[in-house]
């Protein structure tokens, strides 16, 4: 049995753990592969929630919202692609502390 079965990604923080990248597409076409270690920090400084469909709800095309089409939320998925988009990393000793808290 495959352990994604078992044990579900529910949150940046699995996705992380698992290192597996977040894609994120646009109902226009547009499509964004992050790090999850620098997606799950963006919302960690924010203290916004990292559960997978909250993520869902704040991610939105950058292209569709210069271009003022409107703001639909993009569909996200967990993959294994290499990531496309570059947003600060957390520092080690920060990624190290959250690790140990969450054992």
Known sequence: ?????????????DAAVRHRTIKVSCRCGN??????????WLFERRGWNDRLGDVQRRMRCLQCYVAKRKRTPAAIEV?????????????ISEWKRQLRRRR
């Open 1 to 13: 049995m495959s352990r994604e079965l078992v044990n579900p990604i529910r949150d940046l923080f």
């Open 31 to 40: 499509v964004g592969i992050f790090d999850p270690h620098a997606l799950w």
């Open 79 to 91: 993959s294994n692609e290499n990531h496309t988009r570059q947003l600060p990393m957390p520092d």
